[in-house]
């Protein structure tokens, strides 16, 4: 039963005469008050990219694509909210002030993120193009930590992905599966020891 909840996913794309919303349209962020989401901020102007790249030639048959907001985490130790935007490759933070700062930008296309704070204080990220990733946001070294999977190599669309409490990491690689592909699977990614 849907109980006045606005739509998600794909759905949350159209508006109720089910058209696309335009481009320019802003990228909020949300936050939960008193359990209602208010807009707490948007991608800045400056941070905006209308434009193709490798992920809207696949993914929108060559159309120009906005930036495209995923993958967000809370890094209480930090005090900052990450995000991804999975076409240009850009891992941005927002601080408690709604202050965007870009993290990192690299050839890749950034899509889940967890917080490694088990091992070490990383952030681990499910990468489309490069696999797993982690990355320092203190230095902003980052580096490929997995692109085969027991000897075979990922079918390159890394997805989502959680840590255990004894640092065990598992995530979906769901390549381009769908109802016509129903491939994708779920890897238990090995462990993160302590050194």
């Known amino acids: 039963m849907n109980r006045g909840l606005k739509p998600s996913g794909a759905d949350a ?3 109720p005469e089910s058209r696309h919303i335009k481009q320019g349209t802003p990228i909020l962020v949300f936050r939960l008050k008193n359990t209602r989401a208010v807009e707490w901020t ?6 905006r990219r209308i434009g193709l790249s490798e992920h809207s030639i696949i993914q929108k048959r060559g159309k120009p694509l906005d ?4 993958g967000s985490i809370y890094v209480s130790t930090l005090d900052l909210l990450f995000v991804t935007d999975i076409p240009y490759g850009r891992i ?16 890749g296309e950034p899509n889940g993120l967890v917080w490694n704070h088990i ?18 946001p ?9 692109s085969r999977y027991q000897g075979e190599r990922l079918k390159r669309r890394p997805n989502d992905l959680v840590i255990t409490a004894d640092g065990v990491i598992y995530f979906t690689d769901q390549g381009m599966t769908g109802l016509q592909d129903p491939t994708g699977r ?7 020891r302590r050194t």
Not at 67 to 70: A, G, K, M, Q, R
Not at 138 to 146: M, P, V
Not at 186 to 192: A, Y
């Open 92 to 107: 941005c933070s927002i601080d408690s002030n709604a202050n965007w700062t870009l993290v990192t930008e690299y050839d």
């Open 13 to 15: 794309l159209r508006s």
């Open 67 to 70: 930036s495209l907001l995923e």
């Open 186 to 192: 779920v890897f238990r990614g090995g462990f993160i």
């Open 138 to 146: 203190t230095s902003r070294e980052l580096q490929i930590i997995a």
């Open 119 to 136: 091992t070490k204080n990383i952030i681990i990220i499910a990468n489309f193009k490069q696999g797993i990733l982690e990355l320092d």
């Open 42 to 47: 948007s991608l800045p102007q400056n941070f």
